[in-house]
């Protein structure tokens, strides 16, 4: 595989690998990546469909596996150093998996709000579960019908009620043809199958970040596997919603550095 258009990199340092979210590109990371770069060497993993990267070949049966794959191959190529991992929303839950697996040498991991609805039913937490199922059935009957913008409804689930609406129309219409790929994402994150003893068994450090503002489903997922990850710390951002590593990036620079 040409690994050419999965990543961009700036800085040198010890590596840190940033894998953004769905409906977003690695422009995520901009504000963090400047004041990290410094030090670090900042690769910034494009997820398959976003960014120029090519389209996953797999939405007939979407696994993890796709972005394990890509992320596996970039990191080998770019450093024999152990790296920290960090991800937002679904980079998060890409993020996790790969800790899970165990192949590379991950020396830390920082998880920004992970959408890992797995955990909800490892954890048996019927409530947020049922919250979740609510929220995906209607997105999914919207998508299938082809209503204008049904991307707002996952923008405001995670963000708030009202997140979509006051982004800039550029903004909106780019999302409208990743539509595919997030489905494609809710698709991975439901079918992914970790237990809560492969989670207990995962002694990469780690740190789980969210925002006061955010939905509860994403407070109850990074709270479950701050109780269940043997090495975890967590921070709680005052005042940011679910797309903190923008509005509050520097509150979240000093939340992977451990500050």
Same mark, same amino acid.
């Given at each position: ?61 979407p696994t993890v596996d796709t972005e394990l794959a890509i992320i596996e191959q970039v ?9 920290h991992l960090v991800g937002h929303s679904y980079g998060g839950v890409v993020a996790l ?19 890992? *609805? ?35 409804? *996952? ?32 698709? *991975? ?36 596997l701050y109780q269940q990850l043997p090495n975890c710390q967590r921070s709680i951002i ?14 979240? *620079? ?6």
């Amino acid at each position: 595989m040409n690994i050419d258009p999965y990543y961009e990199q700036q800085g040198s340092g010890s590596p840190i690998v940033f894998i953004h979210g769905s409906y977003a590109t690695t422009s995520t990371w901009k504000k963090m990546v400047e004041a990290l770069a410094g030090e670090h060497q900042c690769i910034l993993i494009k997820l398959p469909g976003h960014g120029g990267a090519p389209e996953a070949e797999d939405f007939s049966a979407p696994t993890v596996d796709t972005e394990l794959a890509i992320i596996e191959q970039v990191v080998e190529a770019l450093t024999d150093q152990p790296i920290h991992l960090v991800g937002h929303s679904y980079g998060g839950v890409v993020a996790l998996s790969q800790a899970l697996k165990g192949n590379l040498a991950v020396k830390q991991m920082t998880l920004f709000e992970p959408v890992a *609805v797995w955990v909800l039913q490892a954890a048996q937490d019927r409530d947020m579960q049922q919250r979740v199922a609510e929220f995906l059935g209607l997105y999914r009957d919207e998508a299938s019908r082809k209503v204008p913008y049904a991307c707002s409804r *996952v923008i405001d689930f995670w963000g708030g009620d009202g997140a979509f609406a006051p982004l800039p129309d550029f903004i909106k219409d780019g999302m409208e043809p990743l539509l595919v790929n997030n489905l494609r994402h809710w698709d *991975v994150c439901t079918g992914i199958q970790h237990s809560l003893q492969q989670v207990q068994s995962c002694e990469v450090p780690t740190r789980v970040v969210y925002g006061t503002q955010s939905n509860p489903v994403a407070h109850a997922i990074s709270d479950h596997l701050y109780q269940q990850l043997p090495n975890c710390q967590r921070s709680i951002i005052e005042g940011a919603s679910h797309f903190l590593v923008t509005s509050h990036a520097q509150s979240c *620079v000093d939340a992977l550095l451990g500050e």
